[in-house]
Nanobody, 122 residues
Framework: QVQLAESGGGLVQAGGSLRLSCVAS????????MDWYRQYPGKERELVAA???????KYADSVKGRFTISKDDAKNTVYLQMNSLKPEDTAVYYC????????????????WGQGTQVTVSS
């Protein structure tokens, strides 16, 4: 069983900053890739940023240069530092993690957090 808990969302004015956190807990062997997605009302969930087990990162073009993803492996935590926020960043942000349940597992399994609301006012 794996649980992902997001925090750090809230209301901020355009140009401001927020830092989202996501903590993985439960019973598992390792957490591998961790991602941040966001979802606008009536739209499909889209990838915002990802970080691999070796620290490689990728970003959506819409956030590149403004958002930074990082992690703390000892805490099984991923962060999303969001700077220069725009009203179009308003969405529910979800944490996703690829988790290996046991050492012998040939595959990882995806888990999702409940989401945290980010609202950017103009």
């Amino acid at each position: 069983q794996v649980q992902l808990a997001e925090s750090g969302g809230g209301l901020v004015q355009a140009g401001g900053s927020l830092r989202l956190s996501c903590v993985a807990s439960g019973n598992f062997f390792s957490v591998n890739e961790m991602d941040w997605y966001r979802q606008y009302p009536g739209k499909e969930r889209e990838l915002v940023a990802a970080i691999t087990s070796n620290g490689g990162t990728k970003y959506a073009d819409s956030v590149k240069g403004r958002f930074t993803i990082s992690k703390d492996d000892a805490k099984n935590t991923v962060y999303l530092q969001m700077n220069s926020l725009k009203p179009e960043d308003t969405a529910v942000y979800y944490c996703n993690a690829a988790v290996r349940p046991i050492r012998q597992s040939p595959v990882d399994y995806d888990y999702w957090g409940q989401g945290t609301q980010v609202t950017v006012s103009s």
